[in-house]
Protein backbone atom coordinates (compact mmCIF):
# COMPACT_ATOMS: atom_id res chain seq x y z
CA UNK A 1 0.00 0.00 0.00
CA UNK A 2 1.24 3.47 -0.85
CA UNK A 3 2.24 5.67 1.59
CA UNK A 4 3.11 9.01 2.36
CA UNK A 5 3.91 10.77 5.80
CA UNK A 6 4.58 13.98 6.64
CA UNK A 7 6.18 15.17 9.71
CA UNK A 8 7.75 18.23 11.34
CA UNK A 9 4.53 20.46 11.26
CA UNK A 10 3.54 22.54 15.26
CA UNK A 11 3.74 26.00 16.75
CA UNK A 12 5.72 29.12 15.20
CA UNK A 13 5.71 32.56 15.81
CA UNK A 14 4.81 34.95 13.02
CA UNK A 15 7.97 35.23 10.91
CA UNK A 16 9.41 31.96 11.81
CA UNK A 17 10.21 29.05 9.95
CA UNK A 18 9.49 25.50 9.75
CA UNK A 19 10.51 22.61 7.48
CA UNK A 20 8.28 20.25 6.72
CA UNK A 21 9.21 16.36 5.61
CA UNK A 22 7.04 13.46 3.80
CA UNK A 23 8.10 10.23 3.25
CA UNK A 24 7.18 8.30 0.83
CA UNK A 25 7.01 4.14 0.05
CA UNK A 26 5.96 1.47 -1.17
CA UNK A 27 5.76 3.36 -4.62
CA UNK A 28 9.14 4.98 -7.20
CA UNK A 29 9.25 8.34 -6.48
CA UNK A 30 11.07 9.75 -9.36
CA UNK A 31 7.69 8.63 -11.22
CA UNK A 32 5.32 10.93 -9.74
CA UNK A 33 5.44 14.66 -9.27
CA UNK A 34 5.08 15.48 -5.71
CA UNK A 35 3.55 18.55 -3.92
CA UNK A 36 2.08 20.26 -0.78
CA UNK A 37 -1.17 21.13 -0.51
CA UNK A 38 -2.59 22.87 2.58
CA UNK A 39 -6.67 23.36 4.12
CA UNK A 40 -7.21 25.90 6.56
CA UNK A 41 -10.63 25.68 8.64
CA UNK A 42 -13.68 26.51 6.30
CA UNK A 43 -11.41 26.83 3.34
CA UNK A 44 -11.02 24.70 0.32
CA UNK A 45 -7.61 22.48 -0.01
CA UNK A 46 -4.90 24.45 -2.37
CA UNK A 47 -1.39 23.81 -3.84
CA UNK A 48 1.11 25.89 -2.13
CA UNK A 49 4.06 23.97 -3.85
CA UNK A 50 4.50 21.59 -6.10
CA UNK A 51 7.54 19.69 -8.21
CA UNK A 52 8.16 17.90 -11.42
CA UNK A 53 8.91 14.30 -10.99
CA UNK A 54 12.52 14.59 -13.66
CA UNK A 55 13.24 18.34 -14.51
CA UNK A 56 13.25 20.27 -11.41
CA UNK A 57 9.82 22.49 -12.38
CA UNK A 58 8.62 24.03 -9.66
CA UNK A 59 4.87 25.79 -8.88
CA UNK A 60 4.33 28.30 -6.12
CA UNK A 61 0.85 30.21 -5.75
CA UNK A 62 1.78 34.23 -5.42
CA UNK A 63 0.78 33.75 -1.87
CA UNK A 64 3.78 31.78 -1.26
CA UNK A 65 6.54 32.53 -4.17
CA UNK A 66 10.07 33.48 -2.20
CA UNK A 67 8.95 31.89 1.17
CA UNK A 68 8.46 28.51 0.46
CA UNK A 69 10.68 26.39 -1.46
CA UNK A 70 9.85 22.38 -2.17
CA UNK A 71 12.85 20.19 -2.84
CA UNK A 72 13.11 16.51 -3.30
CA UNK A 73 15.67 13.72 -2.26
CA UNK A 74 14.47 11.09 -4.70
CA UNK A 75 17.58 8.37 -3.12
CA UNK A 76 15.96 9.03 0.46
CA UNK A 77 11.84 8.95 -1.46
CA UNK A 78 11.82 11.99 0.50
CA UNK A 79 9.76 15.80 0.11
CA UNK A 80 10.68 18.77 1.87
CA UNK A 81 8.94 21.92 2.19
CA UNK A 82 10.58 24.97 3.45
CA UNK A 83 8.83 27.30 4.98
CA UNK A 84 10.01 31.18 5.98
CA UNK A 85 8.91 34.46 6.64
CA UNK A 86 5.11 32.33 8.11
CA UNK A 87 2.51 34.56 8.73
CA UNK A 88 -1.07 33.71 10.72
CA UNK A 89 -2.09 33.02 7.41
CA UNK A 90 -0.25 29.82 6.73
CA UNK A 91 -2.04 28.15 9.48
CA UNK A 92 -3.48 24.79 7.96
CA UNK A 93 -3.68 21.32 7.70
CA UNK A 94 -0.38 20.92 5.15
CA UNK A 95 -0.47 17.42 2.94
CA UNK A 96 1.94 15.78 1.17
CA UNK A 97 0.44 14.69 -2.24
CA UNK A 98 1.70 12.38 -5.37
CA UNK A 99 0.57 12.38 -9.35
CA UNK A 100 2.27 9.87 -11.67
CA UNK A 101 3.91 12.31 -13.97
CA UNK A 102 2.49 11.25 -17.63
CA UNK A 103 -0.79 11.79 -16.15
CA UNK A 104 -0.57 16.15 -15.34
CA UNK A 105 2.05 18.63 -15.78
CA UNK A 106 3.39 19.73 -12.07
CA UNK A 107 1.34 23.12 -12.83
CA UNK A 108 -1.96 21.28 -13.24
CA UNK A 109 -1.46 19.11 -10.28
CA UNK A 110 -1.45 22.20 -8.21
CA UNK A 111 -3.53 24.51 -9.18
CA UNK A 112 -6.69 21.57 -10.04
CA UNK A 113 -5.50 19.11 -6.91
CA UNK A 114 -5.21 16.73 -9.77
CA UNK A 115 -3.67 13.93 -6.87
CA UNK A 116 -3.39 10.31 -7.25
CA UNK A 117 -2.23 9.63 -3.33
CA UNK A 118 -2.43 11.84 -0.35
CA UNK A 119 -0.77 11.99 2.66
CA UNK A 120 -2.72 12.05 6.34
CA UNK A 121 -1.65 15.68 6.89
CA UNK A 122 0.06 17.55 9.57
CA UNK A 123 -0.90 20.89 11.42
CA UNK A 124 0.93 23.93 11.01
CA UNK A 125 -0.01 27.01 13.64
CA UNK A 126 1.80 30.68 13.04
CA UNK A 127 1.16 32.30 16.12
CA UNK A 128 2.37 34.47 19.25
Known amino acids: QVQLVESGGGLVQPGGSLRLSCAASRFTLPYYHIGWFRQAPGKEREGVSCVSSSDGTTYYPDSVKGRFTISRDNARNTVYLQMNSLKPEDTAVYYC?????????????????????WGQGTQVTVSS
Open 97 to 117: AARWSRSSTVHSMCQNREIDY
